[in-house]
């Protein structure tokens, strides 16, 4: 069994659209949660990060952490064209460096 | 501010020969990372440096592997004698001390084909 599973997609929506992105976890020892942006042929880039479980906003992006169904989300509201890339969750047991544990990722497209 | 750089971006060399890539991580950066994406999988974790000291290298597949970090600086990982299984993305990751994870920044990566 993977550590975390992700929706691969693809999806596409409409922009403006309200997007849900999702993972699935098993180890019930991760405390810190981030979401990862990959465009075509560049590295990851950190869009946002949450300790423990709850709710974290920042501009159209909000993550929620729910620790009992070991269940992650990123939502994206007013989806954007540039919002198309593909998004990575990524999870750790800590924050003293210790290796992430990746999803799939799930490539995301945003019609205009 | 420069950020994580990596050399080369794409490398195409025949099974068992040799290759080096290499990462120049954002200044100040105690925390140095890689990774590896083999097609269809998900990122990988390979090793990780705290300064030039290996921290954990749980993820390194064999003995083909071979990672350095010279005087806390850039980072080589060099693969000798490269299979056909070992081509990939290679991802850099850096991140300041006591800041682990959370704000580790990736490089471009390096796109590794062994025909």
């Known amino acids: 069994q993977k550590e975390v599973e992700q929706d691969p997609g693809p999806l596409s929506v409409p922009e403006g659209a309200i997007v849900s992105l999702n993972c699935t976890y098993s180890?019930?020892?991760?405390?810190?949660f981030m979401w990862y942006r990959q465009y075509s042929r560049k590295g990851p880039e950190l869009l946002m990060y949450?300790?423990?479980?709850g709710n974290k906003e920042d501009g159209r992006f909000t993550a929620q952490v729910d620790k009992s169904s070991k269940y992650i989300s990123l939502f994206i509201r007013d989806s954007q064209p540039s919002d198309s890339a593909t998004y990575l969750c990524?999870?750790?047991?800590?924050?003293?460096?210790?290796?992430?544990?990746f999803g799939t990722g799930t490539s995301l497209t945003v019609i205009p | 501010e420069a950020g994580v750089t990596q050399f080369p971006s794409h490398s195409v060399i025949e099974k068992g020969q040799t290759v080096t890539l290499r990462c120049d991580p954002i200044?100040?950066?105690?925390?140095l990372y890689w990774y590896r994406r083999v097609m269809g999988k998900e990122i990988k974790f390979l090793l990780h440096?705290?300064?030039?000291?290996?921290?954990?290298e749980s993820g390194m597949p064999n003995n083909r592997f071979l990672a350095e970090r010279t005087g806390g600086t850039y980072s080589t990982l060099k693969v000798q004698p490269a299979e056909l299984e070992d081509s990939g993305v290679y991802f850099c990751?850096?991140?300041?001390?006591?800041?682990?994870?959370?704000?580790?920044?990736f490089g471009q990566g390096t796109r590794l084909t062994v025909v």
């Open positions: 200044s100040g950066h105690d925390n």
């Open positions: 440096f705290v300064k030039e000291s290996k921290q954990d």
């Open positions: 180890n019930s020892a991760f405390q810190y």
């Open positions: 990524a999870m750790s047991f800590s924050n003293t460096g210790n290796q992430f544990y």
């Open positions: 990751a850096s991140s300041p001390w006591l800041k682990g994870d959370t704000e580790a920044f």
């Open positions: 949450t300790y423990s479980s």
